[in-house]
């Protein structure tokens, strides 16, 4: 099974950024940054949606923030919950 890639939140905005500014297309920025064009529009799209709370309160974006971290979190422990039940199969404990 292929490993899926994970892209820097920095890397998704600069490229949001990029697809926002219409200089190229979708297929001209996925070749550019080696990343298929859907996800560039899903980013993009993601971008538009999240503006408005760029100029909201502090306290808007600290909740956004701490539901971000909840997730990935929430998929943490389902990681490290999966990998015990390996060794606990394993090693026969």
């Known amino acids: 099974m292929a490993n899926r890639r994970k ?3 920095e890397f998704k905005a600069r490229v949001a950024l990029e697809a926002l500014v219409g200089d190229k ?3 001209e920025l996925a070749t550019k940054h080696n990343v298929h064009p859907n996800m560039i529009a899903q980013w993009k799209r993601q971008a538009k949606e999240n503006m408005p709370s760029l100029f909201s309160r502090k306290a808007d974006r600290s909740q956004v923030v701490g539901e ?3 997730k990935d979190l929430h998929a943490k422990i389902g990681q490290l919950t ?3 039940d390996f060794l ?3 090693f026969g404990r």
Do not use: D
């Open 82 to 84: 999966v990998e015990r």
């Open 88 to 90: 606990k199969k394993a």
């Open 7 to 9: 892209f820097s939140a």
């Open 68 to 70: 971000a971290e909840i």
């Open 25 to 27: 297309t979708l297929a």
